[in-house]
């Protein structure tokens, strides 16, 4: 009879973990996280989306490729600027495929910037852990600056006014390294223009 009660005895409690392990962690759980992101951080909960003319045109948190001599070019991208398929090459240092991908890249870089080889900055020619990293070093993005400005015909002291006011410092003032956001310069761009 004591062996028949136990398992009866177990069940009732076994039912109410479940129910508050579903309900507690699976759903109260997430949506409260959910709503305190929104609150806290609205602009990063919904993807810090960036609208042109009514329609969203990025976000400022993925890289996006410029084929157009009048926009600043983005770092490259394992992923071809795919959020599905984020990825790096996952290559190393001492893959011999690699070192030809980043001499090629770093060949055709400086035959649009008509630089030296040497004077490319690393940025242009390798590509970031995640692949879609949204960021230039001010290196990259001046080395770009002459054929931005001669592509749009106006002067090359307004564009670089114009990478300055975008360059971002570290975060915190420590956190990493001055960066700038190539969509949001090319909109930049795009808005003086106009």
Known sequence: MTTASAPQGALRPSLMLAAVSLLGFGLLYSLAGTGLGRVLFPDQATGSLIEHDGRVIGSSLVAQPFADDRYFQSRPS???????????????????????????????????????????????????????D??????????????VARARGVDAAGVEALVVAHTEAPQ????????????ELNLALDAQAR
């Open 134 to 147: 949204p960021h230039l070093s001010p290196a990259a993005v001046r080395i770009q600056i002459p054929r």
């Open 78 to 132: 394992a992923a071809n600027y795919d959020t599905m398929a984020l990825a790096g090459s996952n290559q190393a240092r001492t893959n011999p495929d690699l070192r030809a991908r980043i001499d090629e890249a770093r060949a055709a870089v400086a035959a649009r910037e008509q630089v030296a080889p040497s004077d490319v900055p690393g940025d242009l020619v390798t590509q970031s852990g995640g692949g879609i």
């Open 172 to 183: 915190f003032g420590v956190l990493g390294a001055p960066r700038i956001n190539v969509l």
